[in-house]
């Protein structure tokens, strides 16, 4: 088992810029997050997702977008790339139960992004 | 409102002397609280889930211990591979993770 993959490893994007980060899980994980981890701050929260076909907003979702067709890929959009979205991106995700154990989250190794 | 505290922000010991990282926490309806290590330019790793007060895991040199209001990590005569930096989330009611700003331990040999 992969467990939570990320592509692309770095990226670096110029003002203004468009692109898509890939997060694809081998788990049969029903959630799925998208985190962001800057310095001081913590991760934080951007979009999550349920299920296939499910997304929902977290701490700090504007200016992103995400999708999650397949239940095992879960993208992350941005569509105007800022300098403020200069960051650290890490996928995460866990099973769906009632069990504590269930939400033990597993991530990815994340994706290093500079906007210039 | 929901928050998770983490402290010392980072701390250095000499091999061998053991320490504890705290995680405080005020959130409406604990579901979870969790431990995560993190190594430089990877992803958090999962280490240890507690649910109720006065639950403690153990793995290796870490041991993880709850109580209503924080969490306390300890590291017993850790090592060089110990250095890392640890953080601590809670699951509350509406059932997403708030995380901690980490503690970044540093042991020298």
């Known amino acids: 088992n992969a467990g939570v993959t990320q592509t692309p490893k770095f990226r670096v994007l110029k003002t203004g810029q468009s692109m898509t980060l890939l997060c694809a899980q081998d788990?049969?994980?029903?959630?799925m997050y998208w985190y962001r981890q800057d310095p001081g701050m913590g991760l934080r929260l951007i979009h999550y997702?349920?299920?296939?076909?499910?997304?929902a907003k977290g701490e700090v979702p504007d200016g992103y977008n995400v999708s999650r067709l397949k239940k095992q890929n879960f993208l992350l959009g941005l569509e105007s790339a800022a300098p403020s979205q200069t960051s650290v991106y890490f996928c995460a995700s866990n099973r769906q139960g009632l069990r504590v154990s269930s939400y033990e989250q597993y991530f990815g190794p994340g994706t290093r992004l500079t906007v210039t | 409102e929901d928050q998770v505290t983490q402290s010392p922000e980072a701390l250095r010991l000499q091999e061998g002397e053991s320490s504890s990282l705290n995680c405080s926490y005020t959130v409406s309806g604990l579901r979870g609280l969790f431990w995560y290590r993190q190594d430089p330019g990877k992803g958090p790793e999962f280490l240890f889930t507690l649910y109720s007060a006065g639950e403690e895991k153990e793995k290796e040199r870490l041991k993880a211990t709850l109580t209503k209001k924080e969490s306390f990590l300890h590291i017993t005569a850790p090592k060089p591979e110990d250095s890392a930096t640890y953080l601590c989330a809670v699951r509350h009611q509406g059932g997403k993770l708030i995380f901690g700003q980490g503690t970044e331990l540093s042991v020298k040999p």
């Open positions: 997702s349920v299920g296939e076909g499910t997304t």
């Open positions: 788990m049969n994980h029903e959630y």
